[in-house]
């Protein structure tokens, strides 16, 4: 069993920051990639940033420069500072993780359950 458990979201206006953390436990025994994914209501799920164990980051068109990922991938935590919000960030932020759980095991995606991030005067 792998468990990603997220924090962070919240209500903020416009022009705001908050800070989204995601800490995978349980049976992993590699990880070579965690992100951030965001579904907004009649949304398809869009990717917003990730970032390998080499600490090589990507991020959507629409959050770059405002938006910045890190990891510790010693303790198995991703973060993601959100500066600048606006009304369009508003979606329910979903952590991804990238993992094996013995050697030589398939990478698989786990998902977090999400967090709702609102951007609203």
């Known amino acids: 069993q792998v468990q990603l458990v997220e924090s962070g979201g919240g209500l903020v206006q416009p022009g705001g920051s908050l800070r989204l953390s995601c800490a995978a436990s349980g049976s992993i025994f590699s990880i070579s990639s965690m992100g951030w994914y965001r579904q907004a209501p009649g949304k398809q799920r869009e990717l917003v940033a990730t970032?390998?164990?080499?600490?090589?980051?990507t991020y959507a068109d629409s959050v770059k420069g405002r938006f910045t990922i890190s990891s510790d991938y010693d303790k198995n935590i991703v973060y993601l500072q959100m500066n600048s919000l606006k009304p369009e960030d508003t979606a329910v932020y979903f952590c991804?993780?990238?993992?094996?759980?013995?050697?030589?095991?398939?990478?698989?995606?786990?998902w977090g359950q999400g967090t709702q991030v609102t951007v609203s005067s």
């Open positions: 970032i390998t164990s080499g600490n090589i980051p």
């Open positions: 991804n993780v990238r993992g094996s759980r013995y050697r030589g095991d398939y990478y698989t995606a786990y």
